[in-house]
Nanobody, 120 residues
Framework: QVQLVESGGGSVQAGGSLRLSCGAS?????MGWFRQDPGKELEGVAA???????SYADSVKGRFTISRDNAKNTLYLQMNTLKPEDTAMYYC?????????????????WGQGTQVTVSS
């Protein structure tokens, strides 16, 4: 099965930036980022297909950029102008399809998660 490992999380002040990375054991059609804060539902943040068609949650559009390097089997999430409401555990996921052209679906694997904390 595909294995995913995230890195790049940390604690930053509001307005700062972070770049998350996710290394995969092999490439899948769709790769994406999800996040969850305690007491809240899992939220799809961004997704990208192998041909690099992207989608974003309204809450991060214009601030976050998802990208992938297919040759290196690596997924990235550049997060700029971070806000306290972005605080969450961020998970990388791999799937075989997309839900309504947005989130990755038919998920094969999840990473262990990397914590992002944004202070006001």
């Amino acid at each position: 099965q595909v294995q995913l490992v995230e890195s790049g999380g940390g604690s930053v002040q509001a307005g700062g930036s972070l770049r998350l990375s996710c290394g995969a054991s092999y490439s899948t059609y769709c790769m994406g980022w999800f996040r969850q804060d305690p007491g809240k539902e899992l939220e799809g943040v961004a997704a990208i297909s192998r041909d690099k068609v992207t989608s974003y949650a309204d809450s991060v559009k214009g601030r976050f950029t998802i990208s992938r390097d297919n040759a290196k089997n690596t997924l990235y999430l550049q997060m700029n102008t971070l806000k306290p409401e972005d605080t969450a555990m961020y998970y990388c996921a791999a799937g075989a399809g997309r839900r309504g052209g947005g989130e990755c679906s038919n998920l094969v694997a999840w990473g262990q998660g990397t914590q992002v904390t944004v202070s006001s």
